[in-house]
């Protein structure tokens, strides 16, 4: 598995911008896709947004549609999660995921088979 750690977390007013990212333990060009998932508590972990494996394609979840940007570096081994506009609603666990078997961004978390340790994000209205 790879070793996955986040950093950029933090409180933020509304309307204001964070960047996380996800650094790996090897080279991420040789693993696949890669996503950030959140979650609150009593609530299922929720996708957020996902890149391919070499970071020509991404999807997202459509309430961060048009505020989110996921990006990777593989020549760093980092994925980033741009997150502008912030909104209190955003407030959870951010996670990073990489995928071993899906080139190509996916939605479900079972395809993940890493995770970081998670990075706060709080949003104050």
């Known amino acids: 598995q790879v070793q996955l750690v986040e950093s950029g977390g933090g409180l933020v007013q509304a309307g204001g911008s964070l960047r996380l990212s996800c650094a790996a333990s090897e080279r991420t060009f040789r693993v696949g896709a890669m996503g950030w998932f959140r979650q609150v508590p009593g609530k299922e972990r929720e996708f957020v947004g996902s890149?391919?494996?070499?970071?020509?394609?991404?999807e997202y979840l459509d309430s961060v549609k048009g505020r989110f940007t996921i990006s990777r570096d593989n020549a760093k081994n980092t994925v980033y999660l741009q997150m502008n506009n912030l909104k209190p609603e955003d407030t959870a666990v951010y996670y990073c995921?990489?995928?071993?078997?899906?080139?190509?961004?996916?939605?479900?978390?079972?395809?993940?088979?890493?995770w970081g340790q998670g990075s706060q994000v709080t949003v104050s209205s």
């Open positions: 995921g990489a995928s071993e078997s899906n080139d190509l961004p996916t939605t479900t978390a079972a395809d993940y088979t890493s």
């Open positions: 890149v391919s494996r070499l970071g020509g394609r991404t």
